[in-house]
């Protein structure tokens, strides 16, 4: 009973990481299928999407999943990544001028201006968590995942020292980084945020009670 037991666990870990991989390589693909700039948003919303799916115990085949939200998703996640694009664009000049400049009451925005772009980066992994989580517009998503990014530290540390092992695990195994680079990173950040989603969903229905 136990060896059956153990055998199960086993097959659940094996399945898991097998879909992980083929998510990545179908992450890889349509980021090539769009030609990279077009391609690059669909995919990994549709990587999200399809990871969401499992976490939530659906059978749905994979690449069906993921071809159809790349296809539905294509033209909103596109307008999404210009829109983070130019303000990714916007704190690279504005850190760049910083670590330039020799007015000394300028140079003092440094660390801050490295900071909130730190913090960006928090909110734009909520961003795609909120987005296959929630159907709300660009503007409603951007609020909603500063806002929860800022109320949840706990998910926060999740993500960064879990991106953080992801990282060094490609460093000292390069060769994983082709079928784990992408969907396992996605699955830390998904993992933390719907965390985070949760918590405050318990917290709506303890106030409405």
């Not at 199960?8 to 097998?18: L, S």
């Not at 990544?81 to 007015?103: A, K, M, R």
């Not at 009451?105 to 900071?115: A, D, T």
């Not at 968590?129 to 500063?146: R, T």
Request: proline share 3%.
């Amino acid at each position: 009973m136990q060896l059956d037991a153990f055998s199960g666990i086993i097959y659940q870990f094996c399945t898991w990481f097998a879909r992980l991989a083929y998510i990545n390589l179908l992450w890889i693909f349509f980021t090539i299928v769009g030609l990279f700039i077009f391609g690059f948003f669909p995919a990994t919303i549709a990587m999200f999407a399809t990871l969401r799916q499992f976490l939530n115990k659906s059978n749905s085949p994979v690449c069906k999943t993921f071809w159809d939200y790349y296809k539905k998703e294509f033209v909103f996640s596109n307008k999404l990544g210009l829109v983070l694009v130019i303000i990714s664009f916007l704190f690279y000049l504005n850190i760049t001028f910083l670590q330039t400049v020799d007015i000394r009451v300028l140079q003092l925005l440094y660390y801050p201006m490295i900071m909130l772009s730190l913090l960006f980066v928090l909110s734009v992994c909520y961003l795609f968590a909120c987005y296959v989580h929630f159907n709300q517009n660009i503007g409603i998503l951007f609020k909603n995942a500063v806002l929860i990014m800022f109320y949840n530290p706990l998910p926060n540390l999740f993500i960064i020292f879990g991106s953080a092992a992801v990282y060094y695990a490609m460093v000292f195994i390069p060769g994983i980084s082709f079928f784990y680079s992408g969907s396992l990173i996605a699955l830390v950040i998904l993992s933390s945020a719907t965390f985070a989603f949760n918590k405050v969903e318990r917290k709506q229905k303890h106030i409405e009670i």
